[in-house]
């Protein structure tokens, strides 16, 4: 696992079973983001089973098994569908057609679990939104930047327990690594892959509402830009955007493709959450100047200044809860308004942003 690239980044965490070998099937669908290996990690450490993988490239489908060798390459996704054993389908196809592949997944029968961006229109989401209720299925996303962070989840459990008082602040800095020749065409092209805000913003806006508690927000301002990529006119290699949430709390948060060649990590990933009674920092990928790795937190209180270094601490709850989720219908690991919020946000941020010339 490179982590100085980011398109490729497979975060793994530890065997955290929540189910027997069996009991709990899912297949992979759409290999064109290779978050899916991420996806599939976290699967695995819950304790579900692989048992298919499709995607119309013989060669991604390949890699994947090479990877996952007890995945079965299907002929098509109908196989895949009409495996009564198969509870979830887990997707990371090119983002403009995730929401196609997610209500298809979902009149199938299947609970759904794509990588972010969950889907790049509000049409797309008025559609996602019309099948959930159709189906009674899950539409859930991967926002790994918080779930598949260890620093991340010791800070909710931190907020959770009251740490640092209410939280009225979140302020996130998302900087990526370009690295354009090992990008696929479809990343350069506005209508399939979104935008800047909808893209790795959507992390952002998901931890902004996860963090504060907010469960709607206004986007009041945004911009996005294209400062240094003028061959390839339809990226934006800069965005930010401003969140007011239903709650009185704000959000801040800056996403750019602009990591340094010298970075170790394909991006500085960081997070500061304002509460009443104190702060936190998250230093997510890496400590700038320093040895090791990332997930340091850093939070003051009344009590003092503390640090963490949250690495095989935490594991990643979320992917277990969500297998839970699907066999008992619970929404503990998200819930369904919440993956459905973050994306409107994200979209209507991208559709609202001025454009820097």
């Known amino acids: 696992m490179d982590k100085r690239d980011g398109m490729n980044y497979a975060p793994v965490g530890r065997p955290d079973p929540v189910v ?13 983001h290779g978050h899916i290996y991420g996806m ?52 990371a196809c090119v983002p403009g057609d995730r929401a ?26 008025d559609a996602a939104r019309a099948a959930v209720r159709e189906t009674g299925r899950k539409y859930m996303v991967c926002f790994s930047e918080r779930l598949q962070s260890e620093s ?19 302020l996130g800095m998302g900087p990526h690594r ?31 509402l996860f963090y504060t508690g907010a469960t709607d927000a206004t986007v009041a301002a945004s911009k996005i830009a294209n400062y240094n990529h003028p061959e ?6 800069f965005g930010d955007a401003t969140l007011i949430g239903n709650n009185g709390a704000t959000g801040y948060f800056r996403v750019d493709w602009f990591t340094p060649d010298g970075l170790r990590s394909w991006g500085d990933g960081r997070t500061f959450i304002l509460g009443t009674d104190g702060y936190i920092e998250l230093r997510k990928n890496l400590d700038v100047g320093r040895g090791g790795d990332g997930d340091h937190v850093f939070w003051v209180d009344g009590k003092g200044e ?3 270094d949250a690495r095989g601490k935490t594991g990643f709850p979320f992917f277990g809860q969500l297998v839970l989720d699907c066999l008992n219908r619970t929404e503990n690991a998200m819930t369904q308004e919440h993956a459905f919020k973050a994306s409107e946000l994200c979209v209507r941020a991208q559709l609202q942003a001025v454009k820097v010339e």
């Open 232 to 237: 390839y006119p339809e990226l934006d290699d």
């Open 178 to 208: 370009l690295n354009a020749p090992s990008r696929p065409a479809w990343f350069f092209e506005r209508a399939r892959y979104g935008g800047i805000l909808c893209d790795i913003g959507s992390h952002q806006i998901e931890q902004f």
């Open 20 to 32: 027997k070998p069996g009991e709990f099937t899912f297949a992979a669908i759409g290999l064109d």
């Open 40 to 91: 599939t990690n976290g699967l695995l450490e819950a304790g579900a089973t692989l048992k298919w993988v499709y995607d119309p490239d013989p060669a991604k489908v390949a890699a994947y098994c090479k990877c996952y060798p007890q995945a079965a390459a299907a002929a098509c996704e109908a196989q895949i569908f009409d495996d009564p054993e198969v509870r979830l389908i887990a997707g």
């Open 306 to 308: 503390h640090t963490f």
């Open 100 to 125: 196609a592949l997610g209500i298809r997944a979902m009149r199938a029968g299947k609970d759904y679990f794509t990588d972010k961006a969950p889907l790049i229109s509000l049409e797309q989401l």
């Open 152 to 170: 991340a989840v010791y800070a909710g459990e931190l907020i959770r327990q009251g740490a640092i008082g209410r939280v009225i602040q979140v």
